[in-house]
């Protein structure tokens, strides 16, 4: 009998530690992944790496200013298009939707958002590319801003339905409208939730690589305006870091760790944001 | 029938075309219908999504029907397609993700929904979140450079040396290879099986743990013979959640998988996946057949994932109503 209570009691304590040993691990694996950019790219990231052009191979120096617009514009392009949809899209399904039509689409946008990204990238080739003919910042804008879509939505969404319903009902016994109900007392309600999602969703897509191979493609020079193909980040680590040159990879060293610096930084400013307390509080 | 506009009733505003107009003119119907459009466009860019895989996929399909999926040949040149060699490399690399990622994913959760402080429970969660956003072209960056030589100086000859006798460890290590791409996309899908299984976890109502306690289990009996198997659906979910994002994912994989159409038992070999296959080859392909051929792999994938991840919703949406309808989250 006592044999088998210590059995239990080191089986408790052995189990317990290795969860812990499981978190630890997963933990580690970041700070991991974060040193080693560092170490690596970091002394290859220079002025010149924000400001100059791709130098052809062979000759040192050179920079990623071409990727690095091309990356701004392709989000800009994601945003305009996939955050209005999202946002509107929540506002109906916290605000005016029923019950069918809104689980539809609630379920949808989490199937949506589960979909390949290079199987979104294939949609917007037969979409854009296709009639088009040729490759363009649009058609790589328009993936990603396929992917922002249901983040946005979803999000918006949770954070319009955290809104107290009594600033609601306060709204309406002032005579407000509905939408003039949604659109100045719960919307500014919620704008830090939301922001903070829109501001996730488009550091999400920034890293996306696999829909802008056959969207936005690549480009050593810069992309005139929005109907040429671009080059970006993403893409650019990938051709760099699986081509032949020494000196590519040193690249793609440093622009990974500028990459991942602009993830974690934007992702962790928003957690610090909404860490700061909400603007109302739940009771 | 005279109606007065005051009186009607909601059948009559939708029919007559003056009432119509007179709803409309209201804000509030034009705010509703706005957001109807943008929320009915996520449906339409859904359909629309399913409607040109299928569509563009027709020359494909008409060509080599079923037996696409059973065909081991791809040679672009001869105009040969077959799907095996890819659809056997996805289901291999997302298998040995699965074996190394849910004993981890699982284990954190327990710890991080069981014994750890709110606090540091919340905190450690946030990392596995940035795990989560870490572009995966990082993870391919560092498995070029980093695992891939790990994998053929060390991992791959200690593996010969101590599991040499099975199918699954033997021949020339490479570095590249199933093994390699299935270990990337377990770091990478971990954080998933974690932050969904800690979630399900925490629904799990505080008496049913209470109860296991006080007839004398330890904390370690309670957990894993009461509250894991009352959140095993949720934590099922995960895993199909992790698995979907397993078969999707393609820059990390493609990178290290080798890229070589082949079916082989070991896990040492050089392969294929489907992602991988679309990203190398779509941007070039000619000809309309091959481009079908392509898409339809780009539907093959959307299937699987469409389907794992609507279950995995389902699941997951299970637990957590049946946990909350117990005690208010």
Redesign the interface.
């Known amino acids: 009998m006592n044999a088998r209570l210590m059995w ?2 080191t ?2 304590v052995t ?2 530690s ?6 630890l ?3 580690s ?2 700070f991991f ?1 974060l040193g ?2 560092v170490y ?1 790219g970091g002394k290859d990231l220079s002025w010149n790496f924000f400001t100059r052009l791709p130098a052809p191979v062979g000759e040192v120096g050179g920079g990623m200013a071409n990727a690095i617009l091309g990356s701004l514009k392709l989000l800009f392009l994601a945003a305009l298009f996939g955050v ?6 929540g ?3 916290s ?3 029923g019950r069918t ?2 689980f ?2 609630r ?6 958002n ?10 917007a ?3 854009i590319v296709m009639p088009m003919h040729h ?1 363009s910042t649009l058609a790589g804008g328009f993936a990603l801003g ?1 992917m922002v ?2 983040t946005v ?1 979803r999000n918006t969404e949770s954070f319009l339905s955290e809104v107290p319903s009594s600033l609601r009902e306060g709204a309406f016994a002032m005579g407000a ?4 109900m ?2 100045t007392v719960v919307l500014p309600a919620a704008s830090r939730g939301i922001l903070t999602g829109v501001l ?1 969703a488009l ?2 897509v ?5 829909p802008l ?2 969207t936005a ?1 690549g480009n050593r020079y810069w992309s005139p305006g929005w109907m040429q193909p671009t080059s970006s980040l ?1 893409v650019i ?2 051709t760099y ?2 081509g032949p040159y020494e000196d590519w ?1 040193r690249q ?2 440093a622009a ?1 760790l500028v ?2 610096g602009l ?2 930084v934007t ?2 400013l928003v ?1 610090a944001f909404l860490s700061r307390g909400t603007s109302f509080e739940r009771s | 029938m005279a109606t007065t506009p005051n009186a009607a009733t909601p059948a009559d505003l939708a029919w007559s075309p003056r009432a119509l107009l007179r709803r409309i003119r209201s804000a509030d119907e034009i705010a509703h219908v706005i957001t109807l459009i943008a929320a009915a466009t996520l449906l339409l860019i859904t359909v629309l999504l399913v409607y040109q895989l299928w569509v563009l996929s027709a020359e494909a399909r008409a060509k080599f029907g079923w037996s696409f999926f059973v065909t081991g040949t791809w040679d672009p040149v001869a105009g040969q397609f077959g799907a095996l060699p890819f659809i056997y490399g996805t289901l291999v690399t997302s298998a040995v993700a699965l074996v190394l990622a849910v004993p981890l994913g699982v284990g954190g959760a327990i710890f991080l929904a069981e014994l750890a402080p709110p606090k540091l429970s919340s905190s450690l969660t946030f990392v596995s979140d940035l795990l989560a956003a870490v572009p995966s072209v990082i993870y391919g960056l560092l498995g070029v450079f980093l695992l891939v030589p790990i994998m053929r100086t060390t991992i791959q000859p200690a593996l010969k040396r101590t599991l040499g006798f099975l199918p699954l460890f033997q021949g020339p290590a490479y570095g590249i290879g199933f093994l390699t791409a299935g270990i990337v996309l377990a770091v990478m899908i971990v954080p998933f099986v974690l932050s969904v299984s800690r979630e399900v976890l925490l629904a799990v109502p505080r008496d049913q743990r209470e109860a296991a306690l006080a007839l004398g289990a330890t904390k370690w009996e309670s957990t894993w013979k009461v509250v894991v198997p009352a959140a095993r659906i949720g934590i099922f979910g995960s895993v199909f959640l992790a698995l979907a994002r397993a078969l999707g994912e393609t820059m990390a994989v493609t990178m290290v998988i080798g890229n070589n159409p082949k079916i082989a038992a070991s896990l040492f070999s050089p392969g294929y996946s489907i992602a991988a296959v679309l990203a190398n080859e779509f941007s070039e392909a000619t000809g309309n057949l091959y481009l079908s051929a392509l898409i339809e792999l780009g539907l093959v994938l959307f299937l699987l994932t469409f389907i794992l991840n609507g279950l995995a919703r389902l699941l997951i949406l299970v637990t957590t109503a049946r946990g909350s309808g117990v005690l208010p989250t």
Do not use: Q
């Open positions: 239990r009691k089986l408790n189990m317990l290795l969860t812990g040993v499981c978190v691990i997963t933990v694996v970041l992944i080693y950019l690596n209005p949809i999202g946002l509107l899209g506002v109906y399904l605000e005016f939707g039509l809104p539809i689409v379920y949808t946008a989490d199937l949506l589960g979909v390949p990204s290079i199987v979104i990238g294939i949609f080739y037969a979409l490759f396929i879509i249901p939505l409208n509905k939408w003039k949604v659109a996730l550091a999400r920034a890293g996306e690589t696999a191979l056959f493609f993403p680590i990938y870091a699986t990879h793609a060293w990974g990459l991942l993830v974690l992702n962790i957690r």
